[in-house]
């Protein structure tokens, strides 16, 4: 192996604590626009979220608050709650160990252009040689360019990366697609058909993998 590529969100870092503190702005102004209950906004919302699960737009805020016609920019957010978005504790040392030990690092993520953002804001896009957004290619995981282009760019070939994320269907399966090894983050200790190569519930398992 000579690179280890990961996902974002669920694998890196989580936002869930930003998005905790948004979500209910957003329902309190569709409430009084639309005269309906919070309760009966949040549905509209999150129903209009879910029926877009897994496409391009799903994987955007703004593209829903545009959609809804919400005063809120999601780049905004980042920037005046930084501290909402949480590394996960066995993220740092494993990086630095990677980095330590010479192999080429990099992000593939199905997410806009903010995601740089985070990893700026987080600290960790100093530990990546690549960072591929959907922007970068107009596609998403699964999508084999999105993995091809980062490949490239790393100058390795499929078969010498590992791709870790916590996705069966966007990660597992779109990196196994093109010939990468997979490694399947289960943080929560979810049931899945285990079609990854490994199966890991912290990073700190990739030092047996590679080690």
Same mark, same amino acid.
Do not use: C
């Given at each position: ?6 996902? #974002? ?173 997979? #490694? ?28």
């Amino acid at each position: 192996m000579k690179a280890v590529l990961f996902d #974002v969100d669920g694998t890196l870092l989580t936002e869930m604590p930003l998005i905790q503190l948004f979500l209910p702005w957003v329902y309190d102004e569709l409430a009084k626009r639309l005269g309906v209950t919070k309760e009966e906004a949040r549905e509209r919302f999150l129903n209009e979220i879910m029926a877009r699960r897994d496409t391009y737009d799903w994987h955007d805020w703004n593209f829903f608050f545009r959609l809804f016609n919400v005063d809120l920019n999601y780049e905004e957010l980042l920037r005046r709650y930084p501290h909402k978005l949480h590394v996960y504790p066995d993220v740092t040392p494993t990086l630095e160990w990677l980095r330590e030990s010479g192999y080429r690092l990099g992000v593939v993520t199905s997410g806009p252009e903010y995601q740089r953002l985070k990893l700026e804001l987080t600290g960790l896009d100093k530990y990546f040689d690549v960072i591929v957004t959907r922007e970068d290619v107009k596609a998403i995981k699964p999508e084999p360019k999105i993995f091809l282009h980062a490949l490239e760019r790393l100058g390795v070939e499929p078969g010498e990366a590992l791709y870790v994320g916590d996705s069966l269907s966007q990660d597992v399966y779109g990196a196994k697609h093109v010939g990468m090894r997979a #490694v399947w983050i289960n943080r929560d200790g979810s049931d899945g058909y285990h079609m990854a190569d490994y199966e890991i519930r912290t990073l700190h398992e990739l030092r047996k993998i590679l080690g």
